[in-house]
């Protein structure tokens, strides 16, 4: 049967998955002051850094039309979209609504919006886990079934190395981010079952935010060796690197995965951040 997997520009993807052809992204916009940039191949992270970094503005980002969803929609059977989590972000309603005009003159298509209540890998892993499952052979509805269950089985974290897109989204008081600063405090951030984001822990430095973030993952992982330890890094190989051998040491996972953050997860991430699921 065939199948195609849409994913909006959150989703990290592995060289492998940008070259099947059974995915395709939908690409949000990311907004630097006056800046408009498209998150697609052409995404430049150094230069969106930089100007993220000149900006007192926060960057933000917008979601895709739904038009933009539905040109994708044509051709294979079954379709499934995957988005950022709805509370992050409107792709996912915009994906529903993609579905429900589409549905209107289609009425047979089979299609599935996955809100991944994460971001980043946490989407990659849906979107492979609906591949590993299309390939078997599964029926549409099963493959829903199986993958709706799998996310909430998931787990999201991410260690930050600045928080300045967070104060200059008034998400942290100036007060708290220049202590934060001079401390050189490090927050551990995970992410809810709802798909909104919450502080685990915090340390002084980025390797003990780090070490508390591996010590996590050995204690609440639940049957490792049927899942794949998936790493985003922002503009750090070195740092998703040592995470990994540090989880692997400890943990023994199906598979292993490293990719580097595009636009709106470089924007959420910010220079230096690391973003694990699992």
């Known amino acids: 049967m065939s199948y195609r997997i849409i994913v909006d520009s959150c989703t990290d993807l592995t060289q492998e998955m940008r070259k099947d052809e059974h995915f395709c992204?939908?690409?949000?916009?990311?907004?630097?002051?006056?800046?408009?940039?498209?998150?697609?191949?052409?995404?430049?992270?150094?230069?969106?850094?930089?100007?993220?970094s000149e900006s007192p503005i926060a960057p933000k980002s917008s979601c895709p039309s739904p038009d933009a969803y539905m040109e994708h929609f044509k051709g294979e059977e079954d379709i499934y979209v995957v988005t950022l989590s709805g509370n992050l972000s409107g792709s996912f309603n915009s994906a529903e609504v993609a579905k429900k005009l589409y549905l209107e003159e289609n009425p047979h298509k089979n299609i599935e919006i996955f809100n991944s209540c994460s971001a980043s890998v946490g989407q990659t892993l849906i979107a492979l886990k609906i591949q590993e499952y299309a390939e078997k052979g599964m029926e549409f509805a099963k493959i829903v079934e199986l993958v709706h269950k799998f996310r909430e089985g998931m787990s999201t974290k991410f260690v930050l190395e600045n928080l300045d897109t967070l104060r200059?989204?008034?998400?942290?008081?100036?007060?708290k981010a220049i202590i934060s600063s001079v401390l050189n405090i490090k927050p551990v951030m995970y992410g809810t079952p709802e798909g909104t984001i919450n502080k685990l822990d915090q340390a002084r430095g980025i390797q003990k935010a780090l070490g508390i973030m591996v010590d996590s993952?050995?204690?609440?992982?639940?049957?490792?060796?049927?899942r794949i330890f998936a790493i985003a890094h922002c503009n750090n190989l070195e740092r998703a690197m040592y995470v990994r051998d540090e989880v692997l040491k400890r943990v023994h996972f199906k598979d292993c995965i490293i990719v580097s953050t595009a636009g709106v997860s470089t924007m959420y991430a910010g220079d230096g951040g690391i973003i694990i699921c699992y």
Do not use: Y
Request: proline share 4%; no cysteine.
């Open 25 to 52: 992204v939908v690409p949000l916009t990311l907004q630097v002051g006056e800046k408009s940039i498209v998150d697609d191949e052409t995404f430049n992270q150094r230069r969106f850094l930089t100007l993220v």
């Open 168 to 175: 200059k989204s008034g998400r942290l008081t100036g007060l």
């Open 217 to 226: 993952v050995e204690k609440d992982v639940k049957k490792p060796e049927e």
